[in-house]
C-alpha cells in the first residue's frame, strides 16, 4: 500500500510558475510509476504527466507538452510537477497517483494506477 499526499497548489497569476510535490509513504517508492491528473469544474479528468519507476521515461499530455515539467527524487519517496506559463485553462484539482511497477501500466489511463491522493487546488487568475 502506498499512500500519497500532493501539496503545492493555491492560487497562482497568469504566467506564474508553481510547483507542485507529492509525497509517498507506505511500500518502496522507487518501484512505483507514478503520474499527475487534473479535473476541472465540470470536465473530465485529465492526464498530465507521468513518470516510470526509474525516472528514465516522462509523458506529457499535450495540453502541457513543453510547459510543465515531472520529476522525481527516490531517495526522499517525492515526485515533483513543475508548472510554467500557467493559463486560466490549467485551473484544476491536481492529483498524483501511483502505480506498482511489476504490473501493466499506461501512462495517460487513469484506471491503470491503484493510488491516488486528494488532490490540490490549483486556480490562475489575473
Known amino acids: 500500500q502506498v499512500q500519497v499526499v500532493e501539496s503545492g497548489g493555491g492560487l497562482v497569476q497568469i504566467g506564474g510558475s508553481p510547483r507542485l510535490s507529492c509525497a509517498a509513504s507506505?511500500?518502496?517508492?522507487?518501484?512505483?510509476?507514478m503520474g499527475w491528473f487534473r479535473q476541472a469544474p465540470g470536465k473530465e479528468r485529465e492526464f498530465v504527466a507521468a513518470?516510470?519507476?526509474?525516472?528514465?521515461?516522462?509523458y506529457y499530455g499535450n495540453s502541457v507538452k513543453g510547459r510543465f515539467t515531472i520529476s522525481r527524487d527516490n531517495a526522499n519517496n517525492a515526485v515533483y510537477l513543475q508548472m510554467n506559463i500557467l493559463k486560466p485553462e490549467d485551473t484544476a484539482v491536481y492529483y498524483c497517483?501511483?502505480?506498482?511497477?511489476?504490473?501493466?501500466?499506461?501512462?495517460?489511463?487513469?484506471?491503470?494506477?491503484?493510488?491516488w491522493g486528494r488532490g490540490t487546488q490549483v486556480t490562475v487568475s489575473s
Open positions: 497517483a501511483a502505480r506498482d511497477g511489476g504490473y501493466y501500466w499506461s501512462p495517460v489511463s487513469s484506471n491503470t494506477y491503484d493510488y
Open positions: 507506505g511500500r518502496t517508492f522507487s518501484a512505483y510509476h
Open positions: 513518470i516510470n519507476n526509474g525516472g528514465g521515461s516522462t
